[in-house]
């Protein structure tokens, strides 16, 4: 019901910014919160921000705070994940993720939660 596409992910020098999109086609109204995730080579996948679509309320993750911002525009059903002050590792592959419904607070935060997923794009910070 709902296609997630992603991009805007490089290669960038630590101390960097980045913006990586998420567009999303389909059921969008259907979906309750956006995520991002992220999953480094041989590490699990782990929660990184999510926004609720309706409000625009956000959370993160505490290795991420004060450096990235989630934001969505819900008329170009689009989310974006803005990130300042990158540091390697920061270095993953991000995914944008999509929740139909509201399971539970935390399920904002767990893969479980979400029910459709984009392919992914790589951000690579160097030293």
């Known amino acids: 019901q709902v296609q997630l596409v992603e991009s805007g992910g490089g290669l960038v020098q630590a101390g960097g910014s980045l913006r990586l999109s998420c567009a999303a086609s389909?059921?969008?109204?259907?979906?309750?919160?956006m995520g991002w995730f992220r999953q480094a080579p041989g590490k699990e996948r782990e929660f990184v921000a999510a926004i609720i679509r309706s409000t625009g309320n956000a959370y993160y993750a505490d290795s991420v705070k004060d450096r990235f911002t989630i934001s969505r525009d819900n008329a170009k059903a689009t989310v974006y994940l803005q990130m300042n002050s990158l540091k390697p590792e920061d270095t993953a592959v991000y995914y944008c993720?999509?929740?139909?419904?509201?399971?539970?607070?935390?399920?904002?935060?767990?893969?479980?939660?979400?029910?459709?997923w984009g392919q992914g794009t790589q951000v690579t910070v160097s030293s």
């Open positions: 993720a999509a929740a139909s419904v509201l399971r539970s607070s935390i399920a904002l935060t767990r893969n479980y939660g979400y029910d459709y």
């Open positions: 389909g059921r969008t109204r259907s979906s309750y919160a």
